[in-house]
Nanobody
């Protein structure tokens, strides 16, 4: 599975951005999908994940970010509202088996990152 993330850019604090992750597979619904981010000098962290009707959000983005997918378009989205400067990072999408919990091991597919910069 090849993943192509896009939609990053520069936003002001309080603004919004929507990230997209286009997948090469026609069976996106069979994968657990996730967004990660990595800020300079920090480890990559899980931001949000989606599998069927289940979603997960990191505490830092709950109520502000929404993960969604359009299986017909083979695309994953991350709607980011009320952006904060601390949201500045490279955002990457990932796909894994439905039961994925540990994204560091197993058959995980990664897309390239897209830079999100939030100015104060």
């Amino acid at each position: 599975v090849q993943l192509q993330a896009s939609g990053g850019g520069l936003a002001q604090a309080g603004g919004s951005l929507r990230l997209s992750c286009a997948a090469s597979t026609r069976t996106l619904s069979a994968y657990k999908m996730a967004w990660f981010r990595q800020a300079p000098g920090k480890e990559r962290t899980l931001v949000a994940a989606s599998m069927w009707t289940d979603t997960y959000y990191a505490d830092s983005v709950k109520g502000r970010f929404t993960i969604s997918r359009d299986n017909a378009k083979n695309t994953l989205y991350l709607q980011m509202n009320s952006l904060k400067p601390e949201d500045t990072a490279v955002y990457s999408c990932a796909a894994g088996p439905p039961a994925t919990i540990n994204w560091s091991t197993g058959h995980i597919y990664w897309g390239q990152g897209t830079q999100v910069t939030v100015s104060s």
